[in-house]
């Protein structure tokens, strides 16, 4: 598809290269307001997934195995907002990539391990929210800080191998025009990426989940027949009753982030063409504000995420010992 300016010239990203990609021509009116928007949704992802990070590094309290996993997911969501969202944004407002080959393919493997990374986060959420309600007797054993931490760090570091190997083996691709990033991956490796990246990780998370919500709503009922019975609650049904609402939260976060990422990955096996390329670029741009959307999900369930915001705002409390 021909962009054109306003007078009939197309008009290029690298007017000197005769296999340039053609640029779209806006307004200053356009460019302002694109800019601006692009630029409060990068501030805000970072300033609230930061919150996070920091409530969570800074309290004692907040450390447990649980919230080292929204850690890791939230420092994720942070790097999206600093790193992936300003150039993408760039690249969307001027519908070229100025910024080489070497950080094109550094850009893609940081997008590849963010969106790899968080949906591991999110499969081993699953899998703590799993132990915690189905089997709470052993969650203290087998679910250890030091094992929670060792696993984040594994799975960071294998997902890095991961996409530097996907990008490498496309390395042999070449561009539609020059001006553009990405890979052409052959159908093979595409399939291969989907499953191994969404349809394998998913299906683990909805059959937890969907274990989970059941011997929860179970106990649920029990503690309920207890409470109209008029027996006082032990220290195990309350912790219980805890867990299945800390996994109902989690949840959320779970459908909201599929909800995001579904038509994503749907696109990703479609060619992309230029009459569904602002559709694209529009399912591209609801991955990316997925994270932001985490730290709202947060800030409306947890009680401990607003109590700490509260005091990291407040800045001579956050220093008191107590």
Partial sequence: MAYETEDHETQY?????????????????EYNIMYVFFSLLSVWTVFLNLLVIISISHFKKL???????????AVTDLLIGLIVMPLEAITFIETCWYFGDTICRLFLITIGLFTSTSLCNLVL?????????????????KITMTRT??????SWFCFSAYNILVIVT?????????????????????????????????????????RIFY???QQVKVINSLLRSGKHLTESSVRRKSESKAALTLGIIVTVYLFCWIPYFIL?????TGMISTIAYLIYWMVYINSGLNPVIYAIFYPWFRTSVKHILNLPKIFKPA
């Fill in 13 to 29: 990203c690298f007017p000197a290269i005769n296999t340039s990609c053609i640029k779209t021509k806006h307004s200053t009116h």
């Fill in 149 to 154: 931490i060792i696993i984040i760090c594994v």
């Fill in 215 to 217: 011997v929860a709503h």
């Fill in 170 to 210: 496309s390395s042999q691709k070449t561009y539609r025009c020059y001006g553009e990033c990405g890979i052409i991956a052959t159908f093979a490796l595409t399939i291969t990426d989907v499953f191994l990246s969404f349809l394998f990780p998913c299906t683990i998370i909805i059959t937890l989940y969907l």
């Fill in 63 to 73: 450390h447990t195995p649980t919230n080292m996993l929204i850690l890791s997911l």
């Fill in 268 to 272: 990703s096996l479609i060619p992309i």
């Fill in 125 to 141: 959420i699953a899998v703590d929210r799993y132990v915690a309600v189905c089997h709470p007797l052993l969650y203290p054993q």
